[in-house]
Antibody, heavy 120, light 107 residues
Framework: EVQLVESGGGLVQPGGSLRLSCAAS????????MTWVRQTPGNGPEWLANIKQDGSEKYYLDSVKGRFTISRDNAKNSLYLQMDSLRAEDTAVYYC?????????????WGQGTLVTVSS | DIQMTQSPSSLSASVGDRVTITCRAS??????LNWYQQRPGKAPKLLIY???SLQSGVPSRFSGSGSGTDFTLTISSLQPEDFATYYC?????????FGGGTTVEIK
């Protein structure tokens, strides 16, 4: 069974940093593009970033480019999101998701989400 | 960026009803359109990809159609477990964008 489990969320002050992790199991992690998506209450999901199987390509939403960094460790079956210079508007539930097909940018498996709250 | 507009934003329906949700893209996206279902407190779940392909394990009462800029998700006979919020998502190019959602409520 495919499983994605996020961790690392919590309360952080504006300007602070947080590193999210996503532990993958039940599939060959190194074969898949992976993605981070976030969602605030009452709104649609917002795509943030994705990363190719070997980490050689990464793409970001403009509003997080330069502040967020996506990475992966295929040996540990893990995906990461380093978030720096956090703002109140970054408060959301953050999900990791798997691309159904390489580069297809559609997501067939999602984690349960981890809540990030940016507040003083 | 491509804007995805869903309508209606919410609807009330009864078990057994036929329900149609529409999604319009701000530019042509061929059939690079996907539909997700989200229940409260849960992650989105892929229902339909490439506009009309049913994801494995999804009941056949769900169907999708459309191409270019206009798309529809149809639930042929609404079941109690279908009361949820539905989102469209374009996978044409980055940044990938989602619609604002359509909440299907019990009448």
């Amino acid at each position: 069974e495919v499983q994605l489990v996020e961790s690392g969320g919590g309360l952080v002050q504006p300007g602070g940093s947080l590193r999210l992790s996503c532990a993958a199991s039940g599939f060959t992690f190194s074969n898949y593009w992976m993605t981070w998506v976030r969602q605030t209450p009452g709104n649609g999901p917002e795509w943030l970033a994705n990363i190719k199987q070997d980490g050689s390509e990464k793409y970001y939403l403009d509003s997080v480019k330069g502040r967020f960094t996506i990475s992966r460790d295929n040996a540990k079956n893990s995906l990461y999101l380093q978030m720096d210079s956090l703002r109140a508007e970054d408060t959301a539930v953050y999900y990791c998701a798997r691309d159904k097909v390489a580069g297809a940018s559609l997501f067939d498996s999602w984690g349960q989400g981890t809540l990030v709250t940016v507040s003083s | 960026d491509i804007q995805m507009t869903q309508s209606p934003s919410s609807l009330s329906a009864s078990v057994g009803d036929r329900v149609t949700i529409t999604c319009r893209a701000s530019q042509t996206i061929s059939t690079y359109l996907n539909w997700y279902q989200q229940r409260p407190g849960k992650a989105p779940k892929l229902l339909i990809y490439a506009a009309s392909s049913l994801q494995s394990g999804v009941p056949s009462r769900f169907s999708g159609s459309g191409s270019g800029t206009d798309f529809t998700l149809t639930i042929s006979s609404l079941q109690p477990e279908d009361f949820a919020t539905y989102y469209c998502q374009e996978s044409y190019n980055a940044p990938l964008t989602f619609g604002g959602g359509t909440t299907v409520e019990i009448k």
